[in-house]
């Protein structure tokens, strides 16, 4: 599926679009979605709320896993948050590994805050992410 048709799909996905998640990239192996973080993101303690971040997991997943007449949940999920973002926009890679012609697992990693296939351009471009 060509991003544009995947954009136009996802665009249903109302949770996570109505919550400013975006879809930046997918092709068969990868897919990345982005959140630019808002007030709306903040807990009651002004941090960002542990279900944005895991809501931008779960779309990269859904991204790749998903599709017109194509239908997959997650069985089990984990999320470790290491550090806490106060602002700028997260992005999460997610990456398929497949075994026997069936999908063995598909992970959103957290690996840096941007994907290596993202142009240097748009990375000196992006706000770089502060810890608290």
Same mark, same amino acid.
């Given at each position: 599926?060509?991003?544009?048709?995947?954009?136009?799909?996802?665009?249903?996905?109302?949770? =996570?679009?109505? +919550? #400013?998640?975006?879809?930046?990239?997918?092709?068969?192996?990868?897919? $990345?979605?982005? @959140? *630019?973080?808002?007030?709306?993101?903040?807990?009651?303690?002004?941090?960002?709320?542990?279900?944005?971040?895991?809501?931008?997991?779960?779309?990269?997943?859904? =991204?790749?896993? +998903? #599709?017109?007449?194509?239908?997959?949940?997650?069985?089990?999920?984990? $999320?470790?948050? @290491? *550090?806490?973002?106060?602002?700028?926009?997260?992005?999460?890679?997610?990456?398929?590994?497949?075994?026997?012609?069936?999908?063995?697992?598909?992970?959103?990693?957290?690996?840096?805050?941007?994907?290596?296939?993202?142009?240097?351009?748009?990375?000196?471009?992006?706000?770089? @992410?502060?810890?608290?």
């Amino acid at each position: 599926m060509d991003i544009e048709t995947a954009r136009k799909f996802f665009s249903n996905d109302r949770f =996570a679009t109505e +919550n #400013g998640v975006t879809l930046e990239e997918r092709d068969e192996r990868h897919a $990345v979605a982005s @959140l *630019a973080l808002a007030e709306r993101h903040r807990n009651a303690h002004g941090g960002v709320m542990g279900g944005a971040i895991f809501t931008l997991a779960d779309f990269a997943f859904a =991204a790749l896993t +998903n #599709g017109p007449g194509r239908s997959t949940v997650a069985q089990q999920v984990s $999320v470790s948050f @290491l *550090a806490a973002p106060s602002h700028g926009r997260l992005y999460v890679p997610s990456v398929g590994m497949f075994f026997r012609n069936h999908a063995g697992s598909r992970e959103p990693r957290w690996t840096n805050p941007f994907p290596s296939s993202y142009s240097a351009r748009k990375r000196k471009s992006a706000p770089e @992410l502060s810890q608290k």
